[in-house]
Nanobody, 115 residues
């Protein structure tokens, strides 16, 4: 299975922006879909955004209009641009890759939105 490494998390003030990166250990060209989950403290994990092999995107209602998922196939990397961040976006963000053989996930990156 593909190995995934997230980066780009950190502390940001409300209204600020962050860009998360998810670097894959090999080509992402033939991966069925990739995306981002998040798990807020004390809450269940939720799907934030996904991008399919064909390039279609889907978003959780809570992030529509604020977050954008994209990919650079040449760099084997998926991104999550997060704008107008809110305190409720605070969570550990995990990248995943869904393949026929199963799902791979990264180790997660912490995003904290606080003044």
């Amino acid at each position: 299975q593909v190995q995934l490494v997230e980066s780009g998390g950190g502390l940001v003030q409300p209204g600020g922006s962050l860009r998360l990166s998810c670097a894959a250990s090999r080509s992402i060209m033939n991966i069925n879909s990739m995306g981002w989950y998040r798990q807020p403290p004390g809450k269940q994990r939720e799907l934030v955004a996904e991008i399919t092999g064909g390039g279609s995107t889907n978003y959780a209602d809570s992030v529509k209009g604020r977050f954008t998922i994209s990919r650079d196939i040449a760099k084997n990397t998926v991104y999550l641009q997060m704008n107008n961040l809110k305190p409720e976006d605070t969570a550990v963000y995990y990248c995943y890759a869904q393949e026929v053989v199963g799902q791979s996930r990264g180790q997660g990156t912490q995003v904290t939105v606080s003044s």
